[in-house]
């Protein structure tokens, strides 16, 4: 066990339980002709696979993802209702409707629309007039709506991502990352359970117009749940898709894909080998102790640390020795020290990429030692720290 004592520092307790490192990481695992890619489990969130997950990309009509999630929120919080219509702006059906030959639900023109249709236009036809009409008339205008979605995105976790437009058609400053786009996959599917749905619907019509789902999973019989495709000059062609099977779902985006046949072969493969590739299993039962933590001026010299229930992890079928696994905390901790205080967690890695993390709590109290303890660990302190 190795770890720095000063409390600015972070303390790293390799878990000789599990498996030592090796060489190599996410590459030697899979390969995939995806310029950016990242996977996630469904349930626990554990990351699966990643390849220049944190690169900024254009989303293109990916950023329709973010302008659900702000429709989604409102429905949720019952500012907006299912039923409630919007007026179709010209400028909504010259910018996103038929004259845009575009993305398009085809609105027509000062017409009433019901939120929950342009919702379904947006989930499967990545209507640009349906992301508009609902910018419009959630903000007052979509470039008041896009700064809308930045703030949100940040209230969810994604911090790279900007918005600059609903649309996600090309505009200078729009950008995000494939971790983000399948982090608010999951968000939207744990979040909105109701809506999420909307995603997998195969085909939609409106104004007499019938059109299929454009998301290429969805036809391949394979149990994928939709989400959304895009394409941009700088960045190829890119996918967000799900897939849920026998109980396990898997949620990925690739980006810098050559086409769209490309596009939907290695989504296809990159989430089939997510499914089958890895297992979960219990390695911690609930109140077992993970492992400890220095505690300093105590009446003991450690403290057990456990997690708050059962530590399950998706394991790679093969290469487990591609595992690590590290307790990290700020130590040493320093008394008193109460049983349930959050100290740190257990952090699992594929390769060189962070995979799962898992709170750590104390497992027991340890008070302020008597002076003579107190003494002995400032002397210990005191001697590491010049050795330091």
């Not at 999420?196 to 749940?225: C, H, V």
């Not at 297992?279 to 039962?285: P, V």
């Not at 905390?329 to 594929?350: D, H, M, T």
Request: with cysteine.
């Amino acid at each position: 066990m190795s770890f720095f004592l000063r409390v600015p520092f972070i303390a790293l307790t390799a878990l000789a339980c599990l498996w030592l490192s090796a060489a190599g990481a996410f590459a030697q695992l899979f390969e995939t002709k995806a310029a950016q890619a990242f996977m996630i489990d469904g349930e626990t969130g554990s990351v699966l696979f990643a390849k220049d997950a944190d690169a900024t990309i254009q989303p293109a009509s990916l950023a329709k993802l973010m302008t659900l999630e702000m429709a989604f929120d409102a429905v949720k919080s019952g500012r907006l209702k299912l039923d409630d219509t919007f007026v179709v702006s010209e400028n909504a059906w010259r910018t996103g409707g038929a004259p845009s030959r575009t993305s398009t639900m085809f609105a027509a023109v000062r017409s009433s629309i019901r939120l929950e249709d342009l919702m379904r236009g947006i989930a499967v036809q990545a209507a640009n007039d349906g992301c508009i009409i609902i910018a419009e008339g959630v903000a007052g205008s979509e470039s008041g709506f896009a700064l809308q979605m930045t703030e949100r995105a940040r209230k969810i976790g994604l911090q790279k991502s900007v918005f600059v437009n609903a649309t996600g058609l090309p505009a200078d400053g729009q950008m995000t990352t494939v971790r983000e786009l399948a982090l608010l996959a999951r968000h939207l599917q744990q979040t909105y359970p109701d809506l999420y749905r909307l995603f997998s619907e195969t085909d939609f019509t409106w104004n007499k117009i019938n059109q299929r789902n454009r998301n290429p999973l969805l036809a391949m019989d394979i149990g994928a749940e939709g989400l959304a495709v895009g394409a941009s000059e700088q960045n190829g062609f890119a996918i967000v898709g799900a897939l849920s099977q026998n109980g396990r779902r898997v949620i990925a985006a690739l980006a810098g894909l050559s086409s769209d046949r490309e596009r939907a072969e290695e989504s296809r493969k990159l989430l089939e080998w997510g499914l089958r590739s890895f297992e979960k299993t219990e390695i911690f039962a609930a109140n077992e102790t993970v492992g400890t933590a220095q505690v300093y001026g105590g009446s003991k010299g450690g403290v057990a640390l456990t997690a708050t229930g059962p530590v399950d992890l998706l394991l790679p079928v093969a290469n487990r020795d591609k595992l690590t696994a590290r307790i990290v905390y700020q130590g040493p901790l320093r008394a008193p020290v109460e049983q349930g205080q959050a100290v740190g967690s257990l952090r699992i890695w594929i390769g060189d990429t962070l995979s799962q993390e898992v709170p750590l709590q104390a497992a027991e109290t340890v008070e302020v030692g008597k002076l003579h303890n107190r003494a002995f660990d400032a002397l210990k302190e005191l001697a590491i720290g010049w050795l330091r």
